[in-house]
């Protein structure tokens, strides 16, 4: 039998809108609360540090809203992305499961976060602005937003975690080439950073307070700045629906529909990119679709944080958030190679979750990595560390029908190939990453740092 392999889409099939989940959750979003206050931001505090734009996008409740046509032109550079049968896993396997991924390590730096960057640059320009400021931990983030910035004549000033800084300098180079300017963080251009440094001069660094100090140079900018996020709010996951949406099209291509849509959740872009049309469909049209967010059992924002208000940065300085959360305090356990690193996940994320409307699983670093090293063996391409999580969350949903009989259909988003983390590969290889679980200690202990919030109670 002669089954096809890879459905691609032509560009005219390129999605010409984004699908917004506000219109469609259980429940609307509670609002952002100010920081100092903890009453709900007003729109001036916001419009600081945002795109006016994008604050819309934040705040609407419209299904479809449509992509600018420069911001499709340059999608076009890479996208439609493929979606791929994994028949070479399959049969390692020996699953009776068909097993799909949407391939976004085709874009220009790798991954899935220029969906969002180029709109996010393209918004700024639109309205005058002229530069972004943001954070980055590996570097994805950042290459994905000084291309953007690149591509619209835009500064681009990004924070990156320090230890990542000092381990990863090819990142660095992307992002530079692209003209974009780089600082370890903690940094001395901040006041955060500085009292941080203060305490600890050799201080390795988080997301958290990487967000701080971009948050704090575009707040005090004077308007030369403003912030960028790469994950996390509303807007970023809209912007990544293009993922599931050709996604839709492409499995009807393969005569097929999921029984398991899987993505790897840091922030939760990528995982909501793939899964909210599929929400979508499953809410609106009657399917029934199992929706699987795959986390680290070092990170476990999802499966063991706390569904609460938090600080949406490490160091209380951007506005608070109802989301899951293992403290704004959390500082990642530095065996931890695998990414996925945030303390907090997409606010749209968490109330899908306490609605049980998408399920969340955790896996451990070591598993993987032997996940990813089977797939670049069958399929050739080796995936990101962060990928890897939705990889083995597919093998053990591709062993359960193996054990069960049933050829259910698995979809999972491949959100980036692991070209630039072979250091990471290597320390798999050699045997030195170990198994971790956060432990409930700490997770307890963050939880007294929480805002005490008393809005909507
Ligand atoms: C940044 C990144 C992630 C995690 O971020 P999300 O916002 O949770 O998607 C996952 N995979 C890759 C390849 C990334 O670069």
Known sequence: MNMPTRFDLPESE???????????????????????????????????????????????????????????????????????????LERALETPAHIYYKYEGVSPVGSHKPNTAV?????????????????????????????????????????????????????????ESYGGSVHASPSN??????????????HPGSLGIAISEAVEVAATSNGAMKYSPGSFLPHV??????????????MDMAGEYPDIVIGCAGGGSNFGGIAFPFVRENLRHGKRTRIIAAEPSACPTLTRGTYTWDFADGTGMAPVIKMHTL???????????????????????????????????????VDCFESGVLFGRTEGILPAPESNHAVRATINEALACKASGEAKVILFNLSGHGNFDMAAYGRYA??????????????AEAMTHLPKVTFGS
């Open 327 to 365: 403290g704004h305090t959390f500082v990642p356990p530095g065996i931890h190679a695998g990414g996925l690193r945030y303390h907090g996940m997409a606010p749209q994320v968490s109330a899908l979750l306490e609605s049980d409307l998408i399920e969340a699983v955790s896996v451990d670093q």
């Open 14 to 88: 390129l999605p010409r809108t984004w699908y917004n989940i506000n219109a469609d959750l259980p429940t609307p979003l509670l609002p952002p609360l100010h920081p100092a206050t903890l009453e709900p931001v007003t729109p001036e505090f916001l419009s600081v540090l945002s795109p006016l734009k994008i604050l819309e996008q934040d705040m609407s409740a419209h299904a479809e809203i449509e992509i600018p046509d420069p911001v499709r032109d340059i999608y076009k550079l890479w996208r439609p992305t493929p979606l791929l049968r994994a028949h070479r």
């Open 430 to 443: 050699a045997g030195e990453l170990e198994r971790f679980e956060y432990p409930q200690e700490a997770v």
């Open 119 to 175: 709109a996010q640059a393209f918004y700024l320009k639109d309205e005058g602005g002229k530069a972004f400021a943001t954070e980055t931990g590996a570097g994805q983030w950042g290459s994905a937003l000084a291309m953007a910035c690149n591509f619209f004549d835009l500064g681009c000033e990004v924070y990156m975690v320090r230890v990542s800084f000092d381990q990863k300098p090819f990142r660095r180079f992307v992002m």
């Open 237 to 250: 996951l809209l912007h990544q629906t293009v993922i599931g949406e050709e996604a839709i099209k492409q």
């Open 189 to 202: 251009r901040t006041a955060a950073g500085r009292s941080l440094l203060t305490e600890d001069s050799n």
